[in-house]
């Protein structure tokens, strides 16, 4: 098959002459030839593209005529008709755009809190680099949030504490050049990670508005439908609303556009992804432009900066309950009807059975029957052993042994994701390692679930379906295995 290459998201990100290990001084690099764009694209103010689109007015097809994907332009009241050329005689563009393509330092700054128990990890990262001068949003709202967290801990190690679990916190370089920093990180820790990893929080647009957004994989939502429940909305219109009781539920599927997407579609470590957005009819956020700006952020995004302060006490329990918890609060039951819902919706939005027939899906269907079955087993089974561990009469000698239950369902707890990893990859793009999620090949930001049965039905022929469809029932069969 035969993909459209776009780096940052649908080929592969981080450093595209290291791809699958650490770009560090003296490794072997590869070429970079259908790795990058070749096409420049250069962000231009509506000003400046006006005398453009309008030049082409009535010259050659209509953009709606040539691609499904075309949803209309908003500039039809600007007297633009969104031709596509060629531009009539006497029409020219003087356009320089001047590239250089180096091999440059780029610096991630990492903190740890050692916790007790040695194999269990969990990471919070943001980065810190912007497209322009402003980024009061992108990224500087999720830059203060995560120092605002990194602070409160502190406070808390001055007063004695320590964590269970070991707590990274990441300052992630590079971001907006292809997810650089937090990609060459995760493949340099690859091993550490793959045996240690519990989750990443991932904190990129903290606040731009009141509207509470999560893309999370689906072992983490019992997490966060508590901690949100914990935290009071800085939009009450009934006094106590929490920020759970003014969000409508809704989680995304995990995609890319940012630094999550190695630890989930690389490593498959757990990711979540949390901000406050726009909300519909909100003021217009200046994403990626000089306007997002302290200003702007001050008097449109958040006056007050209350949402920013809620977002990191959101980011600070979820991080200290997964770190904190004697049992991980990961619910593998969430997983099973997850992928339930996914396959229902390929089975809507495909054609693979008309043409292939009903039972094409039956295999997959079955695995996540039993992965169902097995997570439920799973689930029931810590629920028990924290039940226990609170006991009045628990004894030492039953704590350390009780103790040692509860290591081994945290492990498989922890190791569950991992298990929808195949090594090979996804056809064309293998630096794709998950069969539940990765971006959409034609989508970027936006997740695609099952992609390599997705996108064999889009782009190949029946028996490329088959053969995804019998690597990911094998792959589901395999993580229900891993909690047996």
Do not use: C
Not at 48 to 75: I, T, V
Not at 125 to 154: C, K, M, Q, T, Y
Not at 167 to 192: C, H, K, M, Q, R
């Amino acid at each position: 098959m035969k993909y459209p290459l776009t780096f940052e998201t649908g080929f592969a990100p981080g450093d595209p002459t290291t791809i699958g290990y650490p770009s560090k001084p003296g490794v072997p690099r590869q070429t970079t030839e259908g790795k990058i764009p070749t096409i420049p694209s250069l962000p231009l103010s509506y000003e400046e593209a006006l005398p453009l689109l309008r030049a082409l007015n009535g010259h050659g097809p209509a953009a709606s005529s040539l691609s499904s994907w075309w949803h209309g332009g908003g500039l039809g009241y600007k007297s633009v008709s969104y031709n596509v050329g060629p531009s009539p005689p006497g029409v020219t563009l003087n356009l320089v755009n001047e590239q250089e393509y180096v091999t440059t330092d780029q610096w991630d700054t990492i903190g740890i809190i050692n916790g007790t128990v040695a194999d269990e990890v969990v990471i919070i990262g943001n980065h810190r680099d912007a497209w322009i001068a402003g980024g009061a949003a992108d990224p500087n709202s999720g830059s203060a949030a995560l120092n605002e967290v990194v602070r409160a801990f502190g406070a808390a190690l001055e007063k004695g504490w320590k964590p269970q679990r070991t707590i990274v916190f990441a300052s992630w370089d590079g971001e907006e050049y292809g997810l650089v920093g937090s990609t060459e990180w995760v493949e340099e820790y690859l091993p550490w990670l793959t045996k240690a990893a519990v989750a990443y929080i991932n904190v990129d647009v903290a606040a731009n508005g009141p509207h509470f957004e999560v893309a999370a994989a689906p072992l983490l939502n019992k997490a966060i439908y508590e901690v949100a429940a914990e935290v009071l909305s800085p939009n009450q219109t009934i006094k106590g609303q929490t920020v759970a009781d003014l969000w409508d539920g809704h989680i995304s599927t995990m995609g890319s556009g940012s630094d999550f997407t190695a630890f989930q579609d690389f490593a498959g470590v757990p990711s979540i992804n949390l901000e406050f957005g726009q909300e519909k009819n909100g003021p217009v956020y200046h994403y990626h432009s000089n306007y997002d700006s302290f200003t702007w952020m001050d008097k449109y995004g958040d006056p007050g900066f209350k949402y920013h302060e809620a977002i990191a006490k959101i980011i600070a329990l979820l991080a200290a309950k997964l770190a904190e918890e004697p049992v991980i609060g990961f619910n593998a039951t969430d997983y099973a009807s997850g992928l339930e819902s996914y396959l229902q919706r390929m089975r809507d939005t495909t054609k693979a059975e008309e043409t292939m027939g009903k039972d094409v899906f039956w295999p997959l269907e079955k695995a996540i029957q039993a992965f169902k079955s097995s997570s439920m087993v799973l689930d029931r089974h810590a629920a028990k052993l924290q039940a226990q561990l609170s006991s009045p009469e628990l004894t030492t000698s039953r704590k350390k042994s009780l103790y040692a239950k509860i290591h081994a369902v945290n492990s498989e707890y922890k190791l569950l994701e991992r298990k929808f990893l195949y090594q090979p990859g996804l056809d064309g793009r293998s630096w794709f390692k998950h069969v539940v999620f990765a971006p959409g090949v034609w989508t970027g930001y936006a997740g695609a679930t099952f992609p390599g049965i997705v996108e064999a039905i889009e782009f190949g022929k029946d028996w490329e379906v088959k053969k995804w469809v019998a690597i990911v029932t094998s792959v589901v069969g395999g993580a229900a295995l891993v909690m047996s």
